[in-house]
């Protein structure tokens, strides 16, 4: 089964910038579209990126211009580097896989097209707080 483990998470200075990191094993890459999701409590999750392909990543407006979402393969790892990070930033962060079983379009949205619960694996988490 795929595994996904989300680090890079804690405390940061508004103003400042982190990466978040997502482990993942016993899947390829190609086959998956890679989504980036926050979850303040009491609210929904929102889907902040979509990793379709190489040439293919959305974000939410909440980030645009301030994430970037990229993948290394070679090490299995997903990144959602952030910077410009204000306390509205303050959230668990998680990642979350995707089989393409549609046309990469389907999926060509902040939330993957599916929403996280649309997902086919999750990560547990990373807590970001931002303070002020």
């Known amino acids: 089964e795929v595994q996904l483990v989300e680090s890079g998470g804690g405390l940061v200075q508004a103003g400042g910038s982190l990466r978040l990191s997502c482990a993942a094993s016993?899947?390829?890459?190609?086959?998956?579209?890679i989504g980036w999701f926050r979850r303040v409590a009491g609210k929904e999750h929102e889907g902040i990126s979509c990793l379709v392909d190489s040439g293919r990543t959305y974000y939410a407006d909440s980030v645009k211009g301030r994430a970037t979402a990229s993948s290394d393969n070679a090490k299995n790892t997903v990144y959602l580097d952030m910077k410009s990070l204000s306390p509205e930033d303050s959230a668990h962060y998680y990642c979350?896989?995707?089989?393409?079983?549609?046309?990469?379009?389907?999926?060509?949205?902040?939330?993957?097209?599916?929403?996280?619960?649309?997902?086919?694996?999750w990560g547990k988490g990373t807590l970001v707080i931002v303070s002020p």
């Open positions: 016993r899947f390829t890459f190609d086959d998956y579209a």
């Open positions: 979350a896989v995707v089989q393409k079983r549609s046309p990469v379009t389907y999926y060509s949205d902040s939330s993957c097209g599916v929403g996280y619960y649309g997902m086919d694996h």
